[in-house]
């Protein structure tokens, strides 16, 4: 079964410019969590996406958003892009709830971005 | 609310050598407890998983974790270090019923030496 697979992988961006970023979870899964890795923040809760629902979000500013299609792939896009977003976005997949170990999230390889 | 310390920000080992990597939470509910791994330039890999049905539990790798209520401990084990150990390693927690988020520590990145 294929992994979690994110595009594209790397990025380079200049402050002002939106993003969008594109994850494919696992086949069947419903669930997909994005995450931002920073040295200096380390790991942290963007958002949660399950049937095409936002179900949780991080503390980060309206410039950060996410859907999830119908198809369980999800995209997070940043407008009005800072310096300090450059970091590595994680998507994770997960069964989702009612699945018995909708609990455990696999993780993509990442994309990560450069804010010029 | 939940929150996950990891002692130790670098950690160095010879080769062969035992490895703990020391995770502590906190959680107001019964918690999931994760390790996973991350290589360089890579995403997280999932190490090991703590769902309530063993206090013990054994990942990949030959990694172990024990979960001690008492003490709300969750460390990494590994008997013996191989140069292939070396990474950033990550505790997380997750709130039994709770939502899709992982609470993740700062993570251990471990260095492996000949």
């Known amino acids: 079964k294929a992994g979690v697979t994110q595009t594209p992988r790397y990025l380079i961006k200049t402050r002002g410019q939106q993003v969008t970023l594109s994850c494919s979870p696992i086949?069947?899964?419903?669930?997909v969590s994005w995450y931002q890795q920073t040295p200096g923040q380390g790991l942290q809760f963007l958002f949660e996406?399950?049937?095409?629902?936002?179900?949780n979000k991080g503390n980060f500013p309206g410039r950060f958003s996410g859907r999830q299609f119908s198809n369980s792939r999800s995209e997070m896009n940043v407008s009005t892009l800072e310096l300090g977003d450059s970091a590595l976005y994680l998507c994770?997949?997960?069964?989702?709830?009612?699945?018995?170990?909708?609990?455990?999230?696999?993780f993509g390889p990442g994309t990560r971005l450069l804010v010029l | 609310a939940q929150s996950v310390t990891q002692l130790g920000s670098h950690v160095s080992v010879s080769e062969g050598a035992l490895v703990l990597l020391r995770c502590n939470y906190s959680?107001?509910?019964?918690?999931?407890l994760f390790w996973y791994v991350q290589y360089p330039n890579q995403g997280l890999q999932l190490l090991l998983k703590?769902?309530?049905?063993?206090?013990l539990v054994k990942g990949i790798n030959g990694f172990e974790a024990e979960f001690k209520k008492s003490e709300t401990s969750f460390h990494l084990k590994k008997p013996s270090a191989h140069m292939s150990d070396a990474a950033e390693y990550f505790c997380?927690?997750?709130?039994?019923?709770?939502?899709?988020?992982?609470?993740f520590g700062k993570g251990t990145k471990l260095t492996v030496n000949p």
């Open positions: 994770a997949s997960s069964a989702g709830p009612g699945q018995g170990i909708w609990e455990t999230q696999y």
């Open positions: 086949s069947g899964h419903r669930s």
């Open positions: 996406y399950f049937s095409e629902t936002q179900r």
């Open positions: 959680s107001s509910v019964p918690p999931y």
């Open positions: 703590y769902t309530s049905a063993a206090t």
């Open positions: 997380a927690v997750n709130e039994k019923g709770g939502s899709e988020k992982l609470v």
